[in-house]
């Protein structure tokens, strides 16, 4: 959050650091990018996996606070 900050307030440098790890970011988000255009079948995949995962918990509650109502 602070280098968000230094951002506004329009540094005269970026320091070493921050310019790393925005490189690190942008190559990231390119093999991201890469990856949902290669594999959409894998990643449709992957998502319904993770919205069954996300699922099961909150199933779970629901059924604990039934039985505690009970």
């Known amino acids: 959050m ?3 900050r230094q951002f506004a307030s329009k540094p005269e ?7 790393w ?14 990856f949902t255009k290669q594999s959409p079948q894998k990643l449709k995949v992957l ?5 069954i995962e996300s ?6 509650y629901v059924l604990k606070y039934i039985d505690d109502i009970e």
């Open 2 to 4: 602070m280098t968000f």
């Open 13 to 19: 440098s970026i320091p070493a650091t921050t310019s």
């Open 21 to 34: 790890y925005l490189a690190d970011l942008g190559e990231a988000r390119g093999k991201q990018d890469l």
């Open 47 to 51: 998502r319904e996996d993770a919205m």
């Open 55 to 60: 699922a099961e918990p909150k199933r779970n």
